[in-house]
């Protein structure tokens, strides 16, 4: 039998179609690894979000195995290769509609994290997800 196809890339365009039909600004949030291609000098936490509007790229291509473009960043071109395990969702800027997902099964492959150093390694990675701390308040004076 045939390995499945993943629904994420299509996921990934119909949010992006149905943002460009309904006159919104598509964004891609996406966790940076040691395969995506995007300018280092604006990603947060491990994190960038990238505007992939027709008007802000070139050369859009959203595939099956990732999203490459062109942009422009504070004046300079950039060649950009997100991967599609890197997506992290696709939404408006307007109204915060869209999908978002959770990490692939094969970013979390056992045997992947041992040839990357083992379990300590694991929470450091930019790709872990956030932890998530109980809200507390402080006097502050």
Known sequence: MSEITSTKPYMVRA?????TDNGLTPHLLVAVDSQTLVPMAYVKDGQI??????????????GTDAVTFSARFNGASNELYVPM????????RENGQGMF????PQDSDPDKKDAEGGEANAGNSPDAPPVVKKPSLRVVK
């Open 49 to 62: 979000v990238l505007n992939i509007n027709y008007s802000a790229t070139k050369n859009l291509q959203i």
């Open 101 to 104: 997902f959770e990490a692939d």
């Open 85 to 92: 395990s890197a997506v992290r969702g696709i939404f408006a």
């Open 15 to 19: 949010i992006h179609e149905w943002c």
